[in-house]
Structures are given as C-alpha cells and as structure tokens.
C-alpha cells in the first residue's frame, strides 16, 4: 500500500494505441472514459452493468465481473468499481506489474491521476495522492489563470529555440536561462511594433 508521504514520480503516458482496461461501467468509470479515448487508448470495459454513455463510445465493453485475467496485454488500467473490486484489480495487477489507478480509492490505487490543464501543446497536472482530488481540481484552476494568453506564443518560440541548440549541441543546464531570453525578445519586439501615443496639446 501507498505511504502518503512517500514521493511520486510524476509521469505522462503515451497511451494511443494501446490497451487500457476500465473496471466498471457506473458515473465514475464514464467520468474517466473521456480521458482515455481523448489520449487515444484501446479501452475494454468490464462491468456487469454499463451506462449508456459508455455504450455509445467507441470501446469494447465485456458485460460481466472482472477477471484477472481482463489485465493481459494491458498498459494502464483504471479502477472505477466499488472498493471490494477495485481490491481485486489491484491484486491482479500487482502479481502483472501493471499500475493501477483507482478513482477515489488511493488504498487500492498505485498511481494516481491528478487534476489537469491543457492548452496549446502545455500539459500541467497537480496530485495530491489521491487524498483530495477536489483541491487538485481548485488548484488546476488557479494556475490556468495565471498561464499567459499568448502561450502558443512562447510555444512556437521554444519549439525553434530547442531545435537550434540540438543542432548546435548547447548543453540542457544551459537552455533555460537562454529561453527566458528569447520569450524576453518576443516582449521587446511587441512593444517596438506599439505606436507611440499622441502628446497632448
């Protein structure tokens, strides 16, 4: 079991194409579903009962209790049943090497989805361990509003920089000091495009 002051690895997975398992098909397991198809997953549900929002995606749904033998060939799985089954997920798992996250249920999760915001390439999420995910969803909220407007902006800028350095082999302890200069440049242009204000008579 998770020690709550144990330190995480923080880690984003590439998922698309791969097989991911959500156990259950009640409003929990919905509220997941959309991440998974979004990251492009190959999602099976197994549940006895499915709600039809799941049903009307595209996924495979297996209308029956979880086995363990569900976890073959999967790379994610996500535990959205009640906690006797989210246990037996976890159990199963363990004994496969695979991770497990369990909504709402740290005692039987080894991973842990935390609040996310997107936007124009930038990915950021916040955990609180599972202990709280509201506060990571109020948090998440609070850094959203203080991301630039022009992100896309300072995207692009890196993307060009970084591709510079590589090709120039500028060291990584090197690069983030140089890329707050180039987002700094971009800055300066603007205001050197602002025309200047008429006097007052």
Do not use: C
């Amino acid at each position: 079991m998770d020690s709550f002051g144990a330190s995480l690895l923080p880690a984003f997975l590439k998922l698309r194409g791969r097989r991911v398992l959500l156990v259950g098909g009640g409003p929990v397991a919905a509220g997941k579903l959309e991440s998974l198809l979004t990251a492009g997953a190959d999602v099976t549900v197994v549940a006895p009962e499915v709600r039809p929002e799941i049903e009307s995606r595209n996924v495979r749904i297996e209308r029956r209790a979880f086995e363990p033998s569900d976890l073959d060939g999967a790379w994610w799985i996500v535990a959205a049943a009640p906690p006797e089954v989210n246990r037996e997920v976890l159990a199963a798992a363990e004994d496969r090497r695979i991770f497990v996250n369990a909504v709402d249920d740290p005692a039987h999760a080894t991973a842990y989805a935390g609040g996310v915001e997107r936007r124009d390439g930038v990915t950021i999420a916040i955990s609180t361990h599972g202990r709280a995910p509201a506060l990571a969803g109020l948090l998440r909220e609070a850094i959203d509003a203080y991301l630039p407007v022009d992100l896309k902006t300072w995207m692009a800028a890196a993307d060009a920089a970084r591709a510079s350095w590589k090709q120039r082999g500028v060291p990584m302890e090197r690069r983030r000091p140089m890329l707050l200069e180039v987002l700094n440049r971009l800055y300066d242009r603007a205001e050197d495009r602002e025309p200047e204000s008429e006097s007052p008579q």
